[in-house]
């Protein structure tokens, strides 16, 4: 794959090479990684490399690699993700999120400082590719993604918002309420939980009277 983003020329080649180093994951490479949880079948071809027929080497040398340059990694893949997606290009930028999720996911520190800096990547990153996928009109993702941010900071308005908007699109306007409420109640100012439970309203008046 090649970049053309970045606007530091060093800076690209060390994302080209990332791309090329971080794994791809797909549904049952993902399922090996579960500490061997993984219900091996038909589709799993045997190899002396691994029971499912991977080689994970890649894997290997990711979960190997120094907690400073992981988080260079993330760091980068960051950066690039803001780029593509300032530049409309949604798809491109949910890539650079989601190879940072796989970069955190071989990454386990014991310091609490690494820890709370991953944590904080970690959390930005599920927000951000939430909205990634808004853009992208992929809501179910997009609110998978601010579960996973909720689940690591449960008063983070931005994804609350984000899931409300994701309800709102899919017409579960209980649902979306909830979250904007939640919203207000953390930030009162939230100018848009406002605006979208005003719209709530218009719209279930809206209904009854159709009714």
């Known amino acids: 794959m090649t970049l053309t983003l970045t606007t530091s020329p060093a800076a690209r080649k060390f994302a080209e090479r990332l791309m090329r180093e971080v794994p791809y994951r797909d549904s049952c490479s993902a399922s090996c990684t579960n500490k ?21 080497s890649k894997e290997r040398e990711l979960f ?16 690039e993700a803001k780029v593509a997606f300032t530049s ?3 798809k491109l930028a949910a890539k650079f999120y989601e190879k940072i999720l796989i970069q955190l ?9 690494w820890k709370a800096k991953f ?3 970690e959390l930005s990153t599920h927000i951000n590719l939430a909205l990634t996928k808004f853009r992208l009109q992929e809501f179910r993702q997009s609110i998978f993604h601010c579960n996973r941010a909720l689940s690591l900071d449960a008063t ?3 994804a609350l918002v984000r899931r409300g908007l994701c309800y709102m699109s899919l017409c579960s306007y209980d649902e ?27 719209l279930v008046s809206a209904l009854f009277v159709l009714a």
């Open 105 to 113: 996911d071989y990454t386990f520190a014991d310091d609490a400082d």
């Open 88 to 90: 409309q290009q949604y």
């Open 119 to 121: 944590r904080e990547m």
């Open 156 to 158: 983070n308005v931005k």
């Open 36 to 56: 061997g949880a993984h219900e091996h079948d038909a589709e799993c071809a045997g190899s002396v490399n691994h029971p499912c027929g991977h080689d994970l």
């Open 64 to 79: 190997e690699r120094s907690l400073p340059d992981k988080y260079r990694a993330c760091t980068m893949f960051r950066e």
């Open 176 to 202: 979306a309420k909830k979250d904007f409420l939640k919203a207000l109640e953390i930030d009162t100012g939230c100018a848009t939980a406002q605006a979208q439970l005003a719209l709530i309203g218009k």
